[in-house]
């Protein structure tokens, strides 16, 4: 993420976007663990079993992970889908960048 914003963002906005990283952070921290706390206590959550793949006890646990496994899992594919984007956009800009200096010669 560092490299991303010293790449992007502009050297007088430098140390506003670390700080707002730091913020974004420290909010996904706190709200992080109340949803846990918020999930694992909940009478919903505990009655029965979302997870196909648990068959004990412990509904509650399994069905926490379950959650933040398809968390995960959607970051994962929002990442993978951003990646491609940004390799497209990066190599059609050198292509153009190489017939510029062609044409240019």
Same mark, same amino acid.
């Given at each position: +993420?560092?490299?991303? &914003?010293?790449? *992007? +963002?502009?050297?007088?906005?430098?140390?506003?976007? *670390?700080?707002? &990283? #730091?913020?974004?952070?420290?909010?996904?921290? /706190?709200?992080?663990?109340?949803?846990?706390? $918020? +999930?694992?206590?909940?009478?919903?959550?505990?009655?029965?079993?979302?997870?196909?793949?648990?068959?004990?006890?412990?509904?509650?646990?399994?069905?926490?992970?379950?959650?933040?496994?398809?968390? /995960?899992?959607? /970051?994962?594919?929002?990442?993978?889908?951003?990646?491609?984007? /940004?390799?497209?956009?990066?190599?059609?800009?050198?292509?153009? $960048?190489? #017939? +510029?200096?062609?044409?240019?010669?």
């Amino acid at each position: +993420m560092s490299t991303f &914003m010293t790449r *992007y +963002m502009p050297a007088e906005r430098l140390t506003a976007g *670390y700080g707002a &990283m #730091q913020l974004i952070q420290f909010f996904g921290g /706190a709200f992080g663990v109340a949803v846990a706390g $918020n +999930m694992l206590d909940s009478k919903i959550a505990s009655q029965k079993p979302w997870n196909p793949l648990w068959l004990g006890s412990g509904q509650a646990y399994s069905n926490a992970y379950f959650i933040l496994f398809i968390v /995960a899992l959607l /970051a994962f594919v929002v990442y993978i889908r951003f990646y491609a984007k /940004a390799k497209r956009v990066s190599y059609i800009q050198s292509k153009s $960048n190489c #017939q +510029m200096k062609s044409e240019s010669q």
